[in-house]
């Protein structure tokens, strides 16, 4: 099997980029995914990038994100002058900005004016083409600790507040742009208007970029790569994977082979979803490898959580590849399995480096059965995504919703949601509670409003309790519902207290040698999202 790989299959080519040049501390992703809200298509590059490559790829606009630096310290990252003169349209946030400002000639200075959080800003010019039809007075978010207080010559000031002279900053002729704070995020209230200002006014782009051209796009690339030869994805169950799959299938058909392995830890009902549901709406060709009672064989006697996650992920990795060396097997004499899909997302992509997606993956070589040398090229129809929108691209796939809506859901499963040893009488336990608590909150309406609720087993502790007459030494159950926007920091949901007491009492009721439901009032840090 060769291993020459060609480029995964990607938009790069999108006529209508704009670049978002990542100055550090995660705005940058946050900025692409608001600039496509706005249909217009985004990547990020980090700011080591050349200003010729970037140049190179023909933007039709520049974002420069804001960064923890200050421009004064030494190894700040800066920028060649070169870019804010080829006549692409520039727009700076924060440090971006403030960069933009002295590189151009403003004054940028440490007096001791800053800002951090929600801050007034007073627009001076309504009608500029950043702040038409928004209000004089504005609620922005702030994060900086030096300022600019004389805009560069040829800059118009349009806005400031009580502390910071110069807020914003627009250059029509050069169209060049700039603010101090941070449009991208939610408390800034007119943030979204301004960036499509900037996008549509300042750099004249129209809004055209959808998810729909994503399929038509990936499914012609993927055509091409992978021509008559035949491909293989395993399936989680979750969002990504199948939304991979369901690409894939529509791309090349039968050349493709699904592979899902049933560990027994999934939730109720779940395994069924990827069985039948997933297969009806797709049509894939599914294998599926019933590895409940290894899994159990090879959890019994263990509590501790790391060593639960490194069996189950190794059990994982050993069934997977039986199953691919079966699937192999069979296509002897057909055309050589030679991809592996992956549903690797933008996020993945930019926090590992913004690789090339030209990455092989050496499949393990602790099953017999594979070939010493086998190397599969990869396809990551997804890898310039962003979740929200592969969630779209599943929607207009037709995926069931169950599947397309789900929420993060760990790939141990169930396995590091019994607080114990795993054991089969635990699991249906787990899953009875888990299905209950998410009936009662999908019936209450709070599905998006939650990021994930785990419901976890006490399988150690034990407690007294009263049930009829009768004296009970039950388990507890935890119900974890939390917020988040990335699961980096997270904090506890204020759930509705009728739901919570609807869902304990269905539980204590219905659960056999549950007596107990509590809530977990943590936010993260200190906690983590899952108990283990
Ligand atoms: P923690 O518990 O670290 O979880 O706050 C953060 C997020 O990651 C999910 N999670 C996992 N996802 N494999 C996964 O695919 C795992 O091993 C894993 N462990 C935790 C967790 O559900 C939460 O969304």
């Not at 600019?148 to 806005?159: H, I, L, Q, R």
């Not at 019994?300 to 050993?318: L, M, N, Q, T, Y």
Request: proline share 6%; hydrophobic share 40%.
């Amino acid at each position: 099997m060769s291993s020459a790989t060609p480029a995964a299959a990607s938009p790069d080519t999108n006529p209508d980029v704009v670049l978002v040049v990542d100055f550090g501390a995660q705005y940058a992703q946050l900025i692409a995914r608001r600039v496509r809200e706005a249909r217009v298509y985004s990547e990020i590059v980090p700011s080591t990038t050349p200003v010729a490559e970037m140049l190179a790829r023909n933007p039709r606009a520049i974002i420069l994100s804001g960064g923890p630096s200050s421009v004064y310290e030494e190894g700040a990252p800066r920028l060649d002058r070169e870019l804010f003169e080829a006549g692409v349209p520039v727009f700076g946030m924060c440090y971006g900005f403030q960069l933009m400002a002295e590189t151009l000639g403003g004054t940028v200075d440490n007096t001791g004016a800053r800002e951090y959080g929600r801050t007034p800003l007073h627009v001076s010019r309504n009608g500029s083409t950043l702040f038409e039809g928004t209000p004089a007075e504005q609620s922005v978010w702030m994060s900086h600790g030096d300022a600019c207080s004389a805009a560069p010559e040829g800059f118009a000031v349009t806005a400031s507040t009580d502390v910071v002279p110069v807020a914003a900053f627009e250059n029509d002729e050069k169209k060049l742009y700039g603010v101090q704070y941070h449009p991208e995020v939610m408390h800034s209230t007119h943030g979204q208007q301004i960036l499509e200002h900037f996008l549509y006014r300042g750099a004249g782009i129209e809004p055209s970029w959808t998810t729909g051209n994503v399929i038509e796009e990936q499914v012609a690339a993927i055509r091409e790569q992978v021509g008559d030869r035949r491909a293989i994805c395993g399936l989680s169950g979750g969002v990504d994977s199948a939304v991979a799959a369901a690409l894939v299938q529509r791309a090349i058909g039968d050349q493709l082979t699904c592979v899902y392995v049933d560990h027994g830890l999934m939730r109720k009902g779940e395994t069924e979803q990827v069985e039948k549901d997933f297969v009806a709406a797709t049509g894939v060709q599914l294998k599926v490898v019933d590895a409940q009672e290894r899994f159990l064989n090879a959890l019994a006697g263990v509590s501790d959580p790391e060593e639960k996650r490194k069996i189950i992920g190794r059990e994982f990795i050993r069934v997977f590849e039986q199953a691919q060396a079966e699937i192999i097997a069979e296509a002897s004499g057909d055309q050589p399995v030679e991809f592996l899909v992956q549903g690797t997302l933008y996020p993945d992509v930019v926090e590992s480096g913004g690789g090339t997606g030209t990455a092989n993956i050496k499949s393990h070589h602790n099953v017999g059965g594979l070939p010493e040398d086998l190397e599969f090229k990869l396809i990551e129809p997804l890898r310039k995504l962003f979740k929200d929108e592969v969630r779209m691209v599943g929607q207009e796939l037709g995926l069931p919703e169950e599947i397309v809506q789900r929420q993060p859901f760990p790939g141990p499963g169930l396995g590091i949601r019994i607080v114990g040893e795993v054991t089969r009488e635990r699991l249906d336990l787990l899953r009875e509670a888990d299905a209950i608590a998410r009936e009662e909150l999908t019936a209450a309406g709070l599905d998006r409003e939650i990021w994930q609720c785990p419901v976890v087993l006490l399988a150690d502790v034990r407690s007294v309790g009263v049930q009829g007459d009768g004296r009970t030494y039950g388990h507890p159950i935890v119900l974890r519902p939390v917020s988040s926007e990335d699961a980096m920091t997270a904090d506890w949901t204020r759930m509705p207290y009728d739901v919570l007491a609807r869902i304990s009492t269905r539980i204590t009721n219905e659960v056999k040698d549950v007596n107990r439901v509590v809530l977990d009032v943590t936010s993260k840090p200190p906690g983590t999202i899952e108990w283990e």
